[in-house]
């Protein structure tokens, strides 16, 4: 019977069963491609959401306030964990701590945005005292948009100032909101600072306020600059004029600014001026002393001019005085205004003079001697 059977009865089942087969394979290539397009388009966010969440994970606990002033905390909490780990209001909470703590620029740096986060519009000022070291990380722009109306705020702020310039800008930004330069303004801008401030500010001190801050440095500042401090130095300690050596020593660091009668009325109380201190007067105020004021003011340490007579105030002072009254104070001082007719004398000794000192007051009195018998002889 099968030998009888035809061909064309076999080949439909087969016909049919390879167009099912390649239908199926078919089916399931277009179900891969899909899947391939679409699963891995959204494969694709799910991983970046993955690796955007082990980014910013908290994995080394969340900061609490008992650790906000583990000094540690810069070790322990790399710039993404701390930001990871502290909630703002944790930081909010414990600011003045977290600002003493030294962490790195970038660790600073996340302080300063998440404090923007929470103050939109500008630090209040009660929280610029808190921020420490988190300070080093603004701008001069940003800071010179600061509320500092306070002293003590002041003080604080310049505390932590990374540079001059930064110093400059909160000492304006004081200033332009009418910030007073009292005792503790003055204490905290020193006298280095104070010397970058304009003339019309300096005139703004009061004598009671200079008199309870420290002692300034005026010595980087302009003449000008120094006779208004000095000027208000005066009035300040007027109350001990008369205990002349406690006066001139209240007086002593803003001198610079003294005039040639303050030197007179100092001179005669015994107040033993170092020539450090002497070096920093106004020359041209000391070219108006006298041989007797210069004697008067240095008393035990006149013998200083002479050693260091090379010094311009000695010099200056030396050129605009008669030899005759150089020669009156008795160091070996030489030079000097010589009689008419002779101009400026300047007698250099000779190296190896076994008495230097006698021979150049010995050769300047030949001069004077000749100069006064030439006026004669005219």
């Not at 107040?271 to 041989?291: G, K």
Request: a neutral charge; aromatic letters at 6%.
């Amino acid at each position: 019977m099968m030998a009888n059977t035809p061909v064309s009865n076999y080949l439909l089942p087969m016909k049919l069963i390879t167009l099912i087969v390649i239908g199926f394979f078919l089916t399931i290539l277009n179900a891969q491609s899909a899947v391939g397009e679409k699963g891995s388009q959204r494969l694709r966010p799910i991983l970046f959401r993955r690796r955007v969440k082990r980014a910013t994970d908290c994995t080394n606990g969340f900061i609490a306030k008992d650790m906000t002033s583990n000094t540690l905390l810069p070790a322990l909490y790399p710039t993404d964990q701390l930001d990871a780990c502290l909630n703002n209001s944790v930081l909010l909470a414990n600011l003045t701590e977290l600002g003493h703590i030294a962490f790195s620029r970038d660790q600073l740096l996340v302080l300063k945005r998440k404090l923007g986060e929470i103050f939109t519009s500008g630090l209040p000022e009660e929280r610029i005292r808190q921020l420490g070291f988190i300070i080093t990380v603004y701008s001069p722009e940003e800071i010179s948009m600061w509320n500092i109306t306070s002293a003590d705020t002041l003080a604080l702020v310049l505390n932590n100032s990374p540079n001059l310039n930064t110093s400059k800008v909160i000492i304006g930004n004081y200033l332009q909101r009418s910030g007073p330069l009292n005792a503790v303004a003055l204490d905290a801008i020193g006298g280095p600072l104070l010397c970058t401030l304009s003339e019309e500010n300096l005139r703004t001190i009061l004598p009671s306020e200079l008199k309870k801050a420290k002692p300034l440095n005026i010595s980087t500042c302009t003449q000008a600059k120094k006779d208004i401090l000095f000027g208000i130095a005066k009035v300040a300690f007027q109350d001990l004029a008369g205990d002349p050596k406690a006066y001139f020593n209240q007086l002593k660091p803003y001198i610079g600014g003294a005039r040639a009668s303050d030197l007179q009325r100092l001179a005669p109380g015994n107040i033993n001026m170092d020539f450090q201190t002497f070096s920093s007067l106004n020359p041209v105020e000391v070219e108006e002393l006298t041989a007797q004021n210069i004697r008067d003011l240095l008393g035990i340490n006149l013998n200083s001019l002479k050693e260091n007579e090379n010094h311009e105030i000695v010099r200056r002072w030396v050129n605009t005085h008669s030899v005759a009254e150089v020669m009156s104070l008795g160091i070996g001082l030489t030079g000097g205004i010589s009689p008419a007719g002779l101009g400026n004398l300047s007698i250099m000794p000779l190296p190896g003079s076994a008495s230097v000192n006698s021979y150049s007051l010995l050769l300047s009195i030949c001069v004077a001697v000749l100069g006064i018998t030439l006026q004669c002889l005219s």
